[in-house]
């Protein structure tokens, strides 16, 4: 039998194990980081002098000091850091960006959420690329207001990515 979960790495008790507390209580832990995956930034490579307790980081790109060789991972005080590795598929915010990054292929990404489509009450929204549309041209005075109204709306939708042009 292992003794950690394959996903996340949470710690199973063993049969006939001693200070069962200590692996129950540091499972919780693990749960705790991954129910609502939230980090303070991804930008420091050098642990923060004064940490609170649960303060998370994701160690950047050549960590040093208590951070060296952990480059990518989920560093956590808990009085001492915890390091956890995060699954492929994790989405995680990043509290510094307000941004949501998704782990894919061993990295974190920024380009987007992992979804084909986004749905409203059973109609696909942005499911297609943004087609272009045309602003209108011509026709008489009355029509000065109608483009300016139309060429605002398209200007709208543009800035949504709901079309291009």
């Known amino acids: 039998m292992t003794d950690q979960t ?3 790495s949470i710690p199973l008790l063993q049969a006939g194990q001693a200070q069962k507390d200590v692996t129950h209580n540091e499972a919780v832990l693990r749960l705790e980081r991954w129910l609502a ?3 303070k930034s991804r930008s420091l490579a050098v642990p923060p002098a004064a940490p609170d307790i649960g303060d998370a980081w994701v160690v950047a790109a050549g960590g040093a000091a208590q951070w060296a060789g952990h480059d990518g991972r989920i560093a956590e005080w808990r009085g001492r850091w915890m390091y956890l590795s995060p699954p492929d598929g ?4 990043i509290e510094d960006e ?5 782990r ?3 990295v974190w990404r920024d380009d987007g959420l992992p979804v084909d489509a986004i749905s409203l009450r059973g109609t696909k929204l942005f499911a297609a690329d943004p087609q ?3 602003d209108p041209a011509g026709g008489g005075v009355i029509d000065v207001e109608a483009r300016a109204a139309i060429a605002a709306l398209l200007a709208s939708l543009r800035g ?3 079309a291009s042009g």
């Open 6 to 8: 394959d996903s996340f």
């Open 37 to 39: 995956p939230r980090v």
């Open 90 to 93: 994790l989405l995680i915010w």
């Open 98 to 102: 307000d941004a949501l990054l998704m």
């Open 104 to 106: 894919k292929n061993g």
């Open 132 to 134: 272009p549309v045309v």
């Open 160 to 162: 949504m990515g709901l």
